[in-house]
């Protein structure tokens, strides 16, 4: 996102993902992480978990790749609820690559697309997320750091609110 759309204020997820070449680094950089936290509402996690299994990529190749074997989400026990129903989710990198993967090839709105725009809008959102946790990682070399938060939450200010 650019220096004038973080002045007036334009959400960095309406032009995501901002090219190729930025999503494919995103992809090794979620590949290489050991564990990313993912905290959202529990309803969004299930609208996850139930379509990014989906991921075949027929909408780019015109065939199904069968890529679905890298998204192995946690065991239930492994996913903590807290207050207000948001749920922290931990993913491995390749997991989670497999989440970015889904945001990405869910976007183009051909005539045969299974996705929604409400899918799509879903997917922008989740892939904004982790491609802006992504721009904070950097290779450890072994060295212990803290681990990767992905935060799923914007929050409607009070001004914005009705009585």
Same mark, same amino acid.
């Given at each position: ?5 973080? %002045? %007036? ?26 564990v990313a936290r993912v905290r959202?509402?529990?309803?969004? =996690?299930?609208? %996850? ?52 993967? =889904?945001?990405?090839?869910i976007q183009p709105n051909t005539?045969?697309?299974?996705w929604t725009e409400l899918d ?13 946790? %992504? ?29």
């Open positions: 996102m650019g220096l004038i759309d973080k %002045l %007036l204020g334009k959400p960095p997820y309406n032009d995501w993902p901002a090219s190729y070449a930025s999503f494919r680094g995103d992809m090794v950089k979620a590949a290489g992480l050991g959202c509402h529990r309803n969004t =996690w299930a609208y %996850l978990l139930d379509n990014v299994p989906k991921d075949n990529e027929t909408s780019i190749t015109g065939h199904a790749r069968g890529q679905n074997g890298a998204f192995r989400p946690p065991a239930q026990d492994e996913v903590t609820t807290g207050k207000d129903a948001m749920v922290t989710v931990p993913l491995s990198g390749t997991a989670l690559a497999a989440v970015l993967s =889904w945001c990405r090839n005539v045969s697309s299974p799509r809008s879903i997917g922008r959102r989740v892939g904004a997320a982790i491609s802006q946790a %992504l721009d904070n990682i950097v290779p450890s070399n072994g060295a212990d750091g803290p681990t990767a938060v992905i935060y799923l939450d914007d929050r409607v200010t009070a001004k914005d609110t009705t009585p």
